[in-house]
């Protein structure tokens, strides 16, 4: 008779387990909701303007080609999602986990992305223009020819990113960690740099500024500014 208890506890607990996994995978027909799993789910080239995504489970999603312009995604977690070419101009990405994101080409013009989680993120030729970025972290990220033009990075880490060609004119960099940033002819002409974190005298031996970039104490421009524009 124990045996059989046994056997029947054993069976039920399996049930309840598989019904507990069912319950738990993503629905990738559900509409666009806070706290939506939609982890893995193809929602490429798809119209989400506006959409309410707070705090949703979006690991792995496909939303390439996507138009999410004006979407609340506080708080979500988007991390390894395809982000190729998606738009997300004036979108709320605050506090997101965005990190492993391939999102080349992405447009991010004007969002609040304060806090957002973006390490290790593949996010060349990307548009982050007028977006607030303070506080994000792009530690690792891959940021070649990324437009920051205009931006707010104030305290945000960009520890051992790739710079090279990225745009930083007009952008707020006070507290900015740029420690081991790779800043090839990266664009700092007339940007105050003064507060920034980590700048060394190698990295702006490559970089571009001119006569209006704001150095840290202890650094000088060096001879090769302003650099020769593609025209010269």
């Not at 049930?15 to 909701?33: H, Q």
């Not at 789910?41 to 080609?65: I, N, W």
């Not at 957002?116 to 970025?133: I, W």
């Amino acid at each position: 008779m124990t045996v059989n208890f046994i056997r029947i506890a054993a069976t039920a607990w399996l049930a309840l387990a598989v019904s507990g996994e069912a319950l738990a995978r993503p629905d990738c027909n559900a509409d666009p909701a806070k706290g939506v799993d939609w982890a893995g789910c193809f929602k490429a080239r798809r119209m989400m303007t506006g959409a309410s995504l707070t705090g949703a489970m979006l690991e792995r999603v496909d939303l390439s080609g996507s138009d999410l312009t004006g979407a609340a995604l506080q708080g979500a977690n988007l991390s390894s999602a395809n982000l190729y070419r998606a738009r997300f101009h004036d979108a709320y990405l605050e506090g997101a986990d965005m990190t492993k994101v391939e999102g080349l080409r992405a447009d991010f013009q004007g969002a609040s992305m304060a806090r957002a989680k973006l390490s290790k993120g593949e996010l060349q030729r990307s548009v982050f223009k007028g977006a607030d970025l303070s506080g994000a972290d792009f530690s690792k990220a891959e940021l070649g020819r990324a437009d920051f033009s205009e931006a707010s990075l104030a305290n945000a880490v960009l520890s051992d990113a790739y710079l090279a060609r990225a745009d930083f004119s007009g952008a707020g960099l006070a507290g900015a960690d740029l420690d081991g940033a790779y800043m090839l002819q990266a664009n700092l002409a007339g940007v105050d740099l003064s507060a920034v974190k980590g700048l060394t005298a190698e990295q702006i031996a490559i970089a571009c500024g001119n006569g209006d970039t704001v150095l840290p104490a202890g650094l000088a421009a060096p001879a090769t500014w302003p650099c020769a524009t593609e025209d010269d």
